[in-house]
């Protein structure tokens, strides 16, 4: 599984983990996020039970386990938390952060020593080291209890299932050319997303944000323009299109 | 789940599925030598032989339900184990991968868990093994008992076509005795073919 370090200011660092080469074929590429910040650590989205190995064999690369305090789920989605019984083994002294909506259903991925911290849902903040992270409410896109993450210092907005595109594992980690982009994410987000209520609240709420980057789950990152880019073309697009 | 730890757990719950079968059947055995007992008593001195041996199939019934219910304890705690075995086999092929891939100062607590969960999985297989010897010393004790209320249903036969009063309801009764005591064992022989297709395969 490749790194790649998006932002490093001191000990305050965000780390991406994707392209993983080993993944078996039928299962879809994703992005793992470590937010570090003093001596503690947070994974975001961990990942599916297939990718547990490369990815604790990636994240050592970067802190120890012992500092890993906290893992979030945006939502309950196995790519995004399969792996959570695994983790369980070996974090000693960890929380899970993940909407209220899910505890009952994630709990079934196995959960005996990391805590569950349910997250309203009007959002929450929670500390690392010195560090504020905000959990920022993004509901039916595309799961019923969905949350983004905002980071205020370093301008990240790990925006989860938003913004996700469908690639192969060599594709480049930055947007380059938004348009031709655009192509890769608009049946994802038409097909998968059910609400274009939902999807308004979501744009007017992170048009306020400050951010440098949007790292969605799958696919690319999009830097500031890319990401306005995307807030424009998001709100013109009809969502929900299984039904008529 | 990986072959051995599955077979593990199909074992339990077939052995378990069958001896609650064998349980239900031994319900309807001890009643049917109530009513055999009840019947030889009224009829008097000519079926006394009959009552003697009627109790003593209540008896023999009423002790293989009991066997029959901490079988089925002892199946329950054999498929947890299987399952937490395999989540230990799991996380221990999983560690091993990791260990494989990378070799740092951060690893060597990986290394500590992937040791600690190694031993942790050998004591679980040990109490595997020692529960399952116990299933297999439990289903013997309950095949010979039925055994002998076989043995003994061949003799209430003759009995039955002795008695003066009656003779073919106390023939027929003791048929049904005997009749409910094969399927019974038709039961514990299967989960005991189980154990043993079981214990080949893990051979291989
Ligand atoms: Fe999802
Ligand atoms: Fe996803």
């Known amino acids: 599984m490749k790194s790649h370090k998006l932002y490093t200011q001191g000990s305050h660092q965000w780390v991406v983990f994707g392209r993983d080469e080993s993944k078996p074929d039928k299962i ?3 992005n793992q996020y470590l937010v ?7 994974l975001l989205d961990p990942g599916g039970i297939e990718l547990f190995s490369p990815m604790l064999a990636s994240v050592v690369k970067h802190v120890s386990l012992e500092q ?8 309950q989605d196995p790519d995004i938390i399969s792996s959570l019984g695994l983790w369980d083994q070996v974090l000693d002294h960890a929380t899970l952060h993940s909407p209220w909506v899910w505890e009952g259903f994630i709990r079934h991925f196995g959960m005996q020593n990391i805590q569950y911290n349910a997250l309203p849902d009007e959002g929450a903040e929670i500390a690392l080291g010195s560090l504020k992270l905000r959990f920022v409410p993004a509901h039916y896109l595309h799961s019923s209890g969905n949350f983004n993450v905002y980071d205020p210092v370093a301008k990240v907005l790990f925006s989860g299932d938003l913004g996700a595109a469908l690639e192969a594992v060599d594709a480049p980690l930055f947007v380059e050319d938004f348009a031709s982009h655009a192509d890769k994410m608009k049946y994802f987000h038409q097909r998968w997303m059910p609400s274009n209520k939902a999807k308004l609240d979501w744009i007017s709420r992170v048009k306020e944000l400050d951010v440098d980057f949007m790292a969605p789950q799958h696919g690319r990152i999009f830097k500031r ?3 306005l880019e995307f807030l424009e073309w998001f709100e013109k697009l009809d969502v929900g299109i299984a039904v008529s | 789940m990986k072959r051995g730890q599955s077979n593990q757990t199909i074992v339990a719950v077939t052995v378990s599925g069958r001896l609650f079968k064998a349980q239900v059947l031994a319900r309807s055995l001890s009643i049917s030598s109530k009513n055999l007992s009840a019947v030889a008593i009224r009829i008097g001195q000519q079926a006394a032989g009959l009552a003697v041996l009627a109790s003593f199939y209540d008896e023999l019934a009423n002790s293989t339900i009991q066997l029959a219910n901490k079988i089925g304890e002892l199946t329950g705690s054999i498929a947890d184990l299987a399952v937490e075995e395999w989540k230990l086999a799991l996380l ?12 740092n100062e951060n690893t060597a607590y990986i290394q500590e868990k992937h040791e600690y969960y190694e031993a942790e999985r050998n004591s679980k297989l040990s109490i595997f093994n020692r529960l399952m010897s116990q299933l297999e010393l439990m289903l013997s004790d309950m095949r010979r008992q039925m055994q002998s209320i076989s043995v003994i249903a061949v003799n209430s036969k003759i009995e039955a076509t002795q008695a003066a009063d009656k003779k073919e309801l106390l023939f027929n009764m003791a048929e049904d005795i005997e009749k409910t005591t094969d399927s019974i064992i038709t039961h514990i022989k299967a ?12 051979r291989i």
């Open chain 1, 28 to 30: 879809i590429d994703t």
């Open chain 1, 36 to 42: 570090v910040n003093q001596d503690k650590a947070m």
């Open chain 1, 68 to 75: 890993i305090e906290h893992l979030f789920a945006s939502h």
């Open chain 1, 225 to 227: 323009e890319a990401f």
């Open chain 2, 92 to 103: 221990h092929q999983h560690l091993e991968k990791v260990l494989a891939l990378e070799h």
């Open chain 2, 191 to 202: 989960s005991q073919n189980c154990l043993e297709t079981y214990y080949s395969e893990a």
